[in-house]
């Protein structure tokens, strides 16, 4: 029962290089979103995918793009690497259902951009 | 706009003492309040939400819409409650599809 994986785990770019996070889920569920966590400003939402083929801005979506591959796929790419964007990030899924909605989190990818 | 502050990035207590990690939020309407926790080399799960009225790991949250609080308690610390806390808040344009977390509070609870 893998639930949300994330791959890489660690990834170090140099300024202006491209590359994309995976995330996969295999809990059948509709959401999906990435986060980034910095120090002292928690988890700020990227953007989310309510569903499969759609995609939608988060609080900080500038210099990502995202691809909702299928139900279980969600990936995040970053076109130019910025240091600004060294940060940990974090897949989610979401159950859904009930009203509410439980996120459940990958382990995260912990990215540096020098 | 909404918002989750925690105004505390680090909370120290000896173990047995009382825990209360807090949580104010900025928000219009009827927020749903949450409690994620992060336990050292864990994923982020959801401890508590505030609709359930739960107690989990002897943890309880009450909302207080006058004081715009949500703040997380324990009457006893344990060690294994070390960890990160982080107070989200969904609701308002979007719908539930969009947590806003705060800060964060790390909790370190001393033998």
């Not at chain 1, 796929?73 to 259902?97: D, H, K, M, N, W």
């Not at chain 2, 060690?79 to 790390?106: H, P, Q, V, W």
Request: glycine share 10%; hydrophobic share 30%.
């Amino acid at each position: 029962n893998a639930g949300v994986t994330q791959t890489p785990k660690f990834q170090v770019l140099k300024t202006g290089q491209s590359m994309t996070l995976q995330c996969a889920q295999d809990m059948n569920h509709n959401s999906m979103y990435w986060y980034r966590q910095d120090p002292g400003m928690g988890l700020r939402l990227i953007y989310y995918s309510a569903s499969e083929g759609t995609t939608d801005k988060g609080e900080v979506p500038n210099g990502y793009n995202v691809s909702r591959l299928n139900k279980r796929e969600f990936s995040l790419r970053l076109e130019s690497a910025a240091p600004s964007q060294t940060s940990v990030y974090f897949c989610a899924s979401s159950e859904e259902g009930q009203g509410w909605e439980k996120l459940f989190f990958g382990s995260g990818t912990q990215l540096s951009v020098l | 706009a909404q918002r989750v502050t925690q105004p505390e990035k680090l909370l120290s207590v000896f173990k047995g003492a009382p825990v209360e990690l807090k949580c104010n939020y900025s928000y219009s309407g009827s927020p749903e309040l949450f409690w994620y926790v992060q336990y050292s080399r864990q994923r982020l799960q959801l401890l508590l939400r505030h609709i359930s009225r739960e107690s989990i790991k002897g943890f309880t949250a009450d909302l207080n819409k006058g004081e715009t609080s949500f703040h997380l308690k324990k009457p006893f610390a344990q060690e294994e409650d070390s960890a990160m806390y982080y107070c989200a808040l969904s609701g308002g344009s979007g719908g539930y599809n969009k947590l806003i977390f705060g800060a964060g509070t790390r909790l370190a609870v001393h033998p």
